[in-house]
């Protein structure tokens, strides 16, 4: 049942040979700057792993990048997968059991997202406190491998509460800053209507964006913690006169970029 995720996770460790990260970090759409910091390292292409999903978007490099952050073993995503990109929801999930088969046991997840909050200014992050998944899929759907984890895992406390405070603790202590609030998955790939963006507002939600959930639940179900950030690239449409563009999103995802790295390097630093 979950095969493609033991075939994927030998293919990776047969190339890792005998190194052995504990920390996988997945870089959004416009921060991959992160894994030009990795030393020692060494380059898989998605291309080369069979059965891997093969990300498609401008600004998304689809490589897995393995070696050393601050002094520690790390597996790095350099471009995700994306739903909208067509892939079930289950091949996002066989890389996070891929990750998990492999011994990871924190998943750092980076992504590019619009904001609804006028204090939130584009260039900004956001640490993720909670989610709302709204993008009408699911990756833990389907038979239950009880390996992994439990068929109605607990979904309280998906983002690691003693993470959180070290990344505001770090985040301030560097002069970072770094809002909180929730994020809410929409599938894409078209950005929201204003009829929407008010929607997401009363549902609760602080962030936008189209990925990042499906990875973080699967990591919960599987018990592997995990520290969400949201580079905030955009305001949402209507939002302080907000009307996204990719070409925005990635223009402001290299300005939220070096402090997004700043603070990922330092927080595995401390782990
Ligand atoms: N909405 C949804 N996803 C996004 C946005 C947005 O405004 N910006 C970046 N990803």
């Known amino acids: 049942m ?10 990776i460790k047969a190339r890792l040979g005998s190194r052995s990260p504990r920390i996988a970090v997945i870089l959004g759409s416009g921060l991959g700057g992160l894994a030009d910091e990795i030393e020692n390292p060494l380059s898989i292409d998605y291309v080369s792993i069979k059965g891997f999903p093969v990300s498609t978007v401008a600004g998304h490099r689809g490589r897995l990048i393995a070696g050393t952050l601050s002094g520690k073993e790390v597996l790095c ?18 890389i996070v059991k891929a990750f998990k088969l492999l011994g990871i046991e924190t998943l750092i997840v980076t992504n590019a997202a619009g904001s609804l909050r006028k204090e ?16 009408g899929f699911n990756p833990l759907i389907g038979p239950n491998d009880d ?16 993470y959180r405070s070290l990344a505001q603790k770090i985040a301030e202590d560097a002069g ?15 950005f929201e209507t204003p009829a929407e963006v008010r929607a997401c507002r009363v549902l609760g939600a602080d ?6 959930v499906p990875e973080t639940m699967t990591a919960a179900w599987c018990g592997i913690k995990v520290l969400g950030i949201s580079a905030l690239t955009n305001y949402c449409t209507g939002i302080e006169g907000g009307s996204p563009s990719h070409a925005e999103t990635l223009e ?7 402090g997004l790295t700043l603070l990922v390097k330092r927080f595995i630093g401390e782990l």
């Open 2 to 11: 979950s095969e493609n995720a033991h075939s994927i996770a030998g293919q």
């Open 77 to 94: 995503m350099q471009g995700r997968i994306h739903l909208y990109e067509g892939y079930p929801p289950a091949a996002v999930a066989d």
């Open 120 to 135: 939130m200014a584009p260039g900004s992050l956001m640490l993720i406190e909670d989610h709302l998944n709204l993008s």
């Open 147 to 162: 390996s992994f984890g439990p068929r109605f895992p607990n979904m309280n406390n998906v983002y690691t509460p003693a």
């Open 176 to 190: 970072i800053t770094l809002h909180a609030g929730v994020y809410c998955m929409l599938s894409g790939p078209a």
């Open 207 to 212: 962030a936008n964006g189209m990925s990042t």
């Open 252 to 258: 402001n995802a290299a300005k939220a970029s070096a």
